[in-house]
């Protein structure tokens, strides 16, 4: 399998430090409102690679962390005239939500920077004992650029070049830095702040350690591999790796995979441009497996523009899916238990192609467009080669391809949903037939129109009321 390293700017084979164990850490959202689809890409795309690994035999460590102390929650809460808790927690509570519907599977744990300010302050600690990081006069903590030499290593940025650039820069506030390239490690507590104690001031952590400390603690001081929107490669990411290299002495992270933006008129999907369109916006028009497989069909690396033409095409896609595992299923039903005849080992030899196709490009730097590719080819082929005449035993092999790679792989659920339509509809029709035992006819009446209003019509039969989709 071959991942493209921004590190090194190639595809490069991948290979895990411990065999058949990867430790993965994804820069999580900053909780302090709802996500937009831009922030969804980094969750869907690495929940699938995620997925993938798992899929070829991995025991998969995925770390994803929530960033919930940061300027903008505390904004939000002041506003808000509530703690910085409630709001992070609040969001934190609305992105899981999301990320179910987008069928994300949960981290293996999502740590959050609140919960692990100790190992913040070790670190800090380590890195002020060893000469990287220094104390200003008022209790802030910066780590000191230039005593890192790979220093822009990620960002393939100059040392020489960035400082020249930013000699003349006197941002307020920042004159007790050594060098205007110098970083946040810790800051003291302003009015209004959530805080905590420190050997160095009351205060809070900067952004970028976190990311250091946590990757530590739940994978350890080098990680197989680190994702992220392209946003993050610098300065977080570079920070990250200069505050953990200088800390433990080793390397950091052996491949580093960035997603590119989501755009919208080819422009950057961003809360601050006020462009965006939240998860929730688009589930309320859309499955969100539709948004899945949008976002999907695009390789990761490659920039992807939203618009509702592409969403409904996108739907219509999802829609052969969805008729594909419907007749499956209709013919399972009705199939012999027999073996497969001539023609369907025939089928069988081309769904093993399409799986070949489906891994190669998954190999290939999580291909998932062409992923996608392979899949609507095999759903092509499951309806070209299903009739009644089919035996029991090819259904249920082209389903089950269908289902590991669609639903398993990619996380794209191929089968319709119909269990909570039903539930409702066989309530509403109880209630109705409760209206009438009691000669309630308007009230009976009255859901029979909703009812007809959802498109079900109903019959009675001597064998009690029966509905069906108009
Ligand atoms: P944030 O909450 O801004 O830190 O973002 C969380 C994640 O979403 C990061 O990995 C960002 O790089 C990513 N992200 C933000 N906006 C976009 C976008 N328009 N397209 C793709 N990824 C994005
Ligand atoms: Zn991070």
């Known amino acids: ?113 609140t919960k692990e300010i100790d190992g913040m302050i070790k670190m800090i600690q380590t890195l ?63 009015e209004g702040e959530p805080y905590w104690e420190s050997p160095w001031c009351e205060g809070r952590p900067g952004w970028h350690i976190e990311c250091s400390v946590m990757s530590q603690k739940y994978i350890g001081d080098t990680i197989d591999i680190h994702c992220g929107g392209e946003d993050l490669i610098f300065p977080h990411h570079e920070n990250e790796i200069a505050q953990s290299e200088c800390a433990t002495g080793k390397p950091f992270c052996n491949y580093w995979m960035h997603n590119g933006f989501l755009k919208i008129n080819n422009e950057k999907m961003s809360k601050s441009l006020g462009n965006f369109f939240t998860v929730r916006d688009i589930t309320a028009q859309y499955d969100p497996m539709v948004l899945r497989l949008f976002i999907l069909s695009a390789q990761y690396r490659t920039p992807l523009n939203f618009s509702k033409e592409l969403m409904d095409q996108t739907k219509a896609s999802y829609e052969r899916i969805l008729n594909c595992t419907d007749k499956l299923k209709e013919l399972m039903g009705k199939a012999a238990a027999l073996g497969m005849t001539e023609a369907e080992n025939e089928g069988k030899a081309q769904a093993e192609q399409f799986i070949k196709d489906f891994e190669a490009a998954m190999d290939d730097d999580n291909n998932t467009a062409n992923a996608e590719t392979a899949v609507f080819e095999l759903v092509r082929l499951a309806n070209a080669t299903t009739d009644e005449s089919s ?26 949903k119909t269990e909570s339509l039903d539930t409702e509809i066989e309530e509403l029709i109880a209630k109705r037939q409760a209206a009438r035992k009691a000669k309630d006819f308007k009230t009976a009446d009255a859901i029979r129109d909703q009812l007809n209003a959802m498109g079900i019509i109903l019959e009675d039969t001597k064998d009690g009321v029966k509905w069906k989709k108009a």
């Not at 000469?131 to 005593?147: K, L, N, P, Q, R």
């Not at 007790?176 to 003291?188: A, E, M, R, S, T």
């Not at 389903?399 to 319709?416: A, F, K, M, P």
């Open 128 to 190: 002020i004992d060893n000469g990287h990081a220094y104390v200003a006069e008022d209790g802030t903590v910066y780590f000191a650029v230039g005593t890192d030499k790979g220093y822009g290593k990620l960002s393939h940025k100059d040392m020489n070049e960035m400082m020249s650039g930013l000699r003349d820069l006197k941002v307020s506030g920042e004159e007790q830095k050594k060098d205007p390239n110098d970083f946040v490690l810790w800051k003291p507590k302003k």
């Open 391 to 416: 035996s029991k035993e090819y259904i249920e092999y082209i389903s089950g391809v269908i289902r590991t790679l669609c639903d398993g792989v990619l996380g794209v659920i191929s089968e319709r």
């Open 1 to 113: 399998m071959k991942i493209f390293d921004t590190l090194q700017r190639r595809k490069i084979d991948f290979e895990p430090i411990e065999p058949g164990k990867v430790g993965i850490y994804v820069c999580g959202p900053t909780v302090y409102n709802l996500i937009h689809i831009g922030n969804a890409r980094p969750m869907i795309v690495f929940d699938t690679f995620r997925r993938y690994l798992e899929y070829k035999g991995y025991d998969v460590n995925y770390v994803s962390n929530f960033t919930d102390v940061d300027d903008k929650i505390i904004k939000a809460a002041n506003e808000a005239g509530v703690p910085s808790s409630e709001i992070s927690e609040k969001y934190i509570a609305e992105c899981k939500k999301d990320m179910s519907d987008l069928n994300v599977k949960p981290a293996t744990v999502h740590p959050q920077a």
